[in-house]
């Protein structure tokens, strides 16, 4: 069984930057995807970034290209989310997720693992 705990979220002002963590668990930790997704009150879950465990090859959405950079620690099973220039559009609940196979990196149905998630608002 996979366990993911994110932490990392809180209040900052637009422009501002925060970084989000999460950490993996299991017996034996092999995904092949991990990506953060984010979920704004009202609407539906959507995807922020991807990246593959093995070789670290990174998708992103096209809004949080070039302020969003998604990396991990293989040793510390944690991947995270460096958010710079925020916006208020950002606000969201953030979510890690983990998926076993390939296939579409984007699709929040394709993740049987998720965190708890953790709260990101952007003040204007």
């Known amino acids: 069984q996979v366990q993911l705990v994110d932490s990392g979220g809180g209040l900052v002002q637009a422009g501002g930057s925060l970084r989000l963590s999460c950490a993996a668990s299991?017996?034996?930790?092999?995904?092949?995807?991990m990506a953060w997704f984010r979920q704004a009150p009202g609407k539906e879950r959507e995807f922020v970034a991807a990246?593959?465990?093995?070789?670290?090859?990174?998708y992103y959405r096209g809004s949080v290209k070039g302020r969003f950079t998604i990396s991990r620690d293989n040793a510390k099973n944690t991947v995270y989310l460096q958010m710079n220039s925020l916006k208020p559009e950002d606000t969201a609940v953030y979510y890690c997720?983990?998926?076993?196979?390939?296939?579409?990196?984007?699709?929040?149905?394709?993740?049987?693992?998720w965190g708890q998630g953790t709260q990101v608002t952007v003040s204007s």
């Open positions: 997720a983990a998926k076993l196979n390939t296939g579409s990196y984007d699709y929040t149905q394709n993740y049987p693992y």
């Open positions: 990246i593959t465990w093995r070789n670290g090859y990174t």
């Open positions: 299991g017996r034996t930790f092999s995904p092949y995807f």
